[in-house]
C-alpha cells in the first residue's frame, strides 16, 4: 500500500523569524506566504471543488492570496479570477460541448506558476470531471463511486476514491484483500498489483470490471471503456498513462 506524503521543513524556523521580526500575528496564511517567499516560488493554485449551475461550472480553490488563478487550455481559450485575501478563488465558465483539458496557473505579477496536474471536464460535465497528476492518484471532483480512479503506467496500477466517512475501505484485487484507512476528507489510494488484462476490482462493497490500460494511439484521448471512462494521456518526460474512472451507480 503506498499513500501520498508531504513533508515540510523550516516551519519551526520560520515561526521564530515571524516573531523576532514583530510580524503581524503569525497565522497559517501568514506561514505560507513566508514559505513561498523564503523558497522563492509561487504555489501553484489548487482546484478542490466544483459545482454545476444551470449551464455553467463553477470551480473552487486555493492559491496565493491576492494571485490570478488562470485555467489555460491548449488551444488558447482561458478562464481566469482572482483569489482573495485568504487565497480563495471562485472560476466561472461554460460548460463545454465536449471534453476539455485544462491547465491551472497561478499569476503573481510577472512570475507564473503553472500546475503539474490536468483538469478534465468529459463530455462538457455530464461525464468526470477529474484532477490527473503524474506520480499520482487521479482526483474526482465530480460525485463519484467509492473506487473513483484506475491510473496505471503499463507497470503498476493506483487504485484511489472517497468514501462517506474515514472507517476503513476494503479493496479487494489480484487475489488480494486490504483494507485502507481514508484520510480526514475521507480520500485514500492503494497500489494494486499489475494486472496483463481485464480484472475485477471491489472496493467498499462495490464491483468494477476494470477494462485494461488504453491500447496505443493518440494521446490525450478520452474514450468509453467497460462501465466507465478511459483515459490515454502523457505524463512527465513523455511517459504514457491510462486512467479509468467508472460511472456513478
Given at each position: 500500500?503506498?499513500?501520498?506524503?508531504?513533508?515540510?521543513?523550516?516551519?519551526?524556523?520560520?515561526?521564530?523569524?515571524?516573531?523576532?521580526?514583530?510580524?503581524?500575528?503569525?497565522?497559517?496564511?501568514?506561514?505560507?506566504?513566508?514559505?513561498?517567499?523564503?523558497?522563492?516560488?509561487?504555489?501553484?493554485?489548487?482546484?478542490?471543488?466544483?459545482?454545476?449551475?444551470?449551464?455553467?461550472?463553477?470551480?473552487?480553490?486555493?492559491?496565493?492570496?491576492?494571485?490570478?488563478?488562470?485555467?489555460?487550455?491548449?488551444?488558447?481559450?482561458?478562464?481566469?479570477?482572482?483569489?482573495?485575501?485568504?487565497?480563495?478563488?471562485?472560476?466561472?465558465?461554460?460548460?463545454?460541448?465536449?471534453?476539455?483539458?485544462?491547465?491551472?496557473?497561478?499569476?503573481?505579477?510577472?512570475?507564473?506558476?503553472?500546475?503539474?496536474?490536468?483538469?478534465?471536464?468529459?463530455?462538457?460535465?455530464?461525464?468526470?470531471?477529474?484532477?490527473?497528476?503524474?506520480?499520482?492518484?487521479?482526483?474526482?471532483?465530480?460525485?463519484?463511486?467509492?473506487?473513483?480512479?484506475?491510473?496505471?503506467?503499463?507497470?503498476?496500477?493506483?487504485?484511489?476514491?472517497?468514501?462517506?466517512?474515514?472507517?476503513?475501505?476494503?479493496?479487494?484485487a489480484a487475489g488480494e484483500s486490504v483494507r485502507?484507512?481514508?484520510?480526514?476528507?475521507?480520500?485514500?489510494?492503494?497500489?494494486?498489483?499489475?494486472?496483463?488484462?481485464?480484472?475485477?476490482?471491489?472496493?467498499?462493497?462495490?464491483?468494477?470490471?476494470?477494462?485494461?490500460?488504453?491500447?496505443?494511439?493518440?494521446?490525450?484521448?478520452?474514450?468509453?471503456?467497460?462501465?466507465?471512462?478511459?483515459?490515454?494521456?502523457?505524463?512527465?518526460?513523455?511517459?504514457?498513462?491510462?486512467?479509468?474512472?467508472?460511472?456513478?451507480?
Amino acid at each position: 500500500m503506498k499513500r501520498a506524503m508531504l513533508v515540510k521543513t523550516g516551519g519551526a524556523a520560520l515561526l521564530a523569524a515571524l516573531a523576532a521580526a514583530c510580524a503581524p500575528p503569525v497565522t497559517p496564511e501568514r506561514v505560507a506566504e513566508v514559505e513561498s517567499a523564503a523558497a522563492g516560488w509561487t504555489r501553484p493554485p489548487e482546484i478542490q471543488a466544483v459545482q454545476r449551475a444551470q449551464s455553467s461550472l463553477v470551480f473552487t480553490g486555493e492559491a496565493e492570496p491576492g494571485a490570478r488563478v488562470v485555467l489555460r487550455s491548449d488551444l488558447g481559450a482561458a478562464y481566469a479570477a482572482a483569489a482573495d485575501g485568504r487565497g480563495r478563488f471562485e472560476i466561472r465558465m461554460t460548460a463545454p460541448a465536449g471534453d476539455l483539458w485544462l491547465r491551472p496557473e497561478t499569476q503573481v505579477g510577472q512570475d507564473a506558476a503553472p500546475s503539474p496536474d490536468r483538469l478534465l471536464i468529459v463530455a462538457g460535465g455530464r461525464g468526470p470531471i477529474a484532477i490527473l497528476r503524474t506520480g499520482g492518484s487521479t482526483r474526482r471532483l465530480d460525485r463519484a463511486p467509492t473506487l473513483g480512479a484506475v491510473d496505471s503506467d503499463g507497470r503498476m496500477r493506483l487504485a484511489s476514491g472517497r468514501a462517506s466517512g474515514t472507517a476503513p475501505v476494503v479493496v479487494q484485487a489480484a487475489g488480494e484483500s486490504v483494507r485502507v484507512t481514508p484520510d480526514a476528507q475521507g480520500r485514500w489510494s492503494l497500489m494494486l498489483r499489475p494486472s496483463d488484462g481485464p480484472d475485477e476490482i471491489q472496493a467498499g462493497g462495490g464491483r468494477f470490471a476494470w477494462p485494461g490500460e488504453a491500447p496505443s494511439g493518440p494521446s490525450p484521448r478520452v474514450e468509453r471503456a467497460g462501465q466507465g471512462w478511459r483515459i490515454a494521456w502523457t505524463g512527465a518526460g513523455g511517459a504514457p498513462q491510462s486512467t479509468w474512472l467508472p460511472d456513478v451507480a
